[in-house]
């Protein structure tokens, strides 16, 4: 099936830092990715969408300037926490919508990087 | 607005049968659903994209009330592996975003 990966999975960082986060599709071309963020049980969140050679377009309540999305080629798309505090910690998962020999109705999920600030 | 689900949590043996409900307050056009395991990503468990719309595969299997504005996710014969929390989503027309519900714990066992 369609293989989404994220790297890293998981990452620990100090109060301040910025934080990239990659996700890759790797077995099509994806024009279209979404980025979650999930707090412990519950639900994912949508924050951004994220189009190759365009903005991203952000959900109501996320600063655009704190989580930078760049979707640089049709298989790459990055998320960057900037100047990251303890309530950014969260599970962050990718979505690519489906291309190619794929659905294109249906969103393929990576499996999540796992970000902790101390 | 977020698509509820319930129960919010269930505790089954294995081989028992289960429910679970997605119900929204806006009309559904689409419902995918979704198991997530504990630290891990969702994985497709099937689309249903018409009203009326029922489908399954092994001993899952989910039906689509567009009227009613509800999915039911039916689990038959549950087994271990069975266990992790259940997502519905629906797609904002249009847009490709999903909006996803609020969960349903799931927990099979022996």
């Known amino acids: 099936g369609a293989v989404v990966s994220q790297h890293p999975s998981r990452v620990i960082c100090k109060s301040g830092t910025s934080v990239k986060i990659e996700c890759r599709s790797l077995d099509f071309q994806a024009t279209t990715m979404f980025w979650y963020r999930q707090f412990p049980k519950q639900s994912l969140m949508l924050m951004a969408t994220?189009?190759?050679?365009?903005?991203?377009?952000?959900e109501q309540g996320v600063e655009k300037d704190k989580f930078l999305i760049n979707h640089a080629s049709l298989t790459l798309s990055t998320l960057t926490v900037t100047s990251a505090h303890p309530e950014d910690s969260s599970f962050y998962i990718c979505?690519?919508?489906?291309?190619?020999?794929?659905?294109?109705?249906?969103?393929?999920f990576g499996p999540g990087t796992r970000l902790t600030v101390l | 607005q977020q698509p509820v689900q319930s129960p919010q949590a269930v505790i089954l043996r294995e081989g028992e049968d289960a429910v679970i409900n997605c119900s929204s307050s806006k009309a559904l056009y689409s419902v995918h659903w979704y198991r997530q395991k504990h630290g891990e990503a969702p994985i497709f468990l099937m689309i249903l994209l018409k009203g009326g719309e029922q489908k399954g595969h092994d001993k899952i299997s989910a039906s689509f009330n567009e009227k009613k504005q509800q999915s039911s996710l039916y689990l038959t014969a549950s087994q271990l592996s069975y266990s992790g929390t259940y997502f519905c989503?629906?797609?904002?027309?249009?847009?490709?975003?999903?909006?996803f519900g609020t969960g349903t714990r799931l927990k099979v066992l022996a």
């Open positions: 994220s189009n190759e050679g365009s903005k991203a377009t952000y």
């Open positions: 989503g629906t797609e904002i027309p249009g847009t490709y975003k999903y909006i």
């Open positions: 979505s690519a919508l489906g291309g190619g020999n794929f659905n294109t109705d249906t969103q393929y």
